[in-house]
């Protein structure tokens, strides 16, 4: 069984998570979303909300599951005894920000990250955008699966 957990903060799930989700489905036999608690973190919705709207985007996926985490990604990956870490890629800062941190995972954990180049159509979306405009008051529908509000 080959699994892959998916980690990131999910504050909110994008319609960019999605499409990364949905691109690994066919690599994977399970993929664990999981939820990284970091307790010096300020978020914007409670955790409960954030494994809500996951829950709900992959209800009807069986390989799909949800989790939430503290501590390191590849301990959280040891225990659930998952192989590979998915990371979605937007752009060159995003594989400079995950270059370091794969590799680190792989020399200290044995634990190797698995990335995938998202659409460009939703290479502008990020949770950041989504929380921008929620603060101000504005209609980010169109960058997050329904559900999400
Ligand atoms: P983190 O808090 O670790 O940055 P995020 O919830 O922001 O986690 O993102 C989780 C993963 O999803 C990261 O690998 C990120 O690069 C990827 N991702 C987010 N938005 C997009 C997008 N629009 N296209 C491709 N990958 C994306």
């Known amino acids: 069984m080959i699994k892959a957990v998916f980690p990131?903060?999910?504050d909110p799930i994008t319609l960019g998570h999605v499409d990364i989700i949905e691109r690994a489905l066919p690599l994977f036999d399970e993929i664990i979303v999981a939820i990284g608690i970091n307790a010096e973190k300020k978020y914007m919705w409670s955790l409960d909300d954030r494994k809500a709207f996951l829950e709900k985007t992959f209800a009807r996926e069986p390989k799909i599951k949800v989790a939430t985490y503290t501590?390191?990604?590849a301990e959280f990956c040891k225990k659930v005894k998952a192989r590979y870490i998915l990371r979605g890629l937007r752009n060159t800062s995003d594989?400079?920000?995950e270059q370091t941190i794969a590799q680190a995972n792989d020399n200290a954990f044995g634990v190797d990250s698995m990335f995938?180049?998202?659409s460009p159509e939703m290479s502008y979306i990020s949770s950041t955008v989504v929380r921008d405009i929620a603060r101000h008051g504005g209609d980010y529908s169109s960058f997050v699966p329904p559900g999400v509000q």
Request: proline share 0%; glycine share 24%; net charge neutral.
């Open 8 to 10: 990131g903060s999910f």
């Open 71 to 73: 501590g390191l990604t």
């Open 95 to 97: 594989f400079a920000y």
């Open 116 to 118: 995938l180049m998202g």
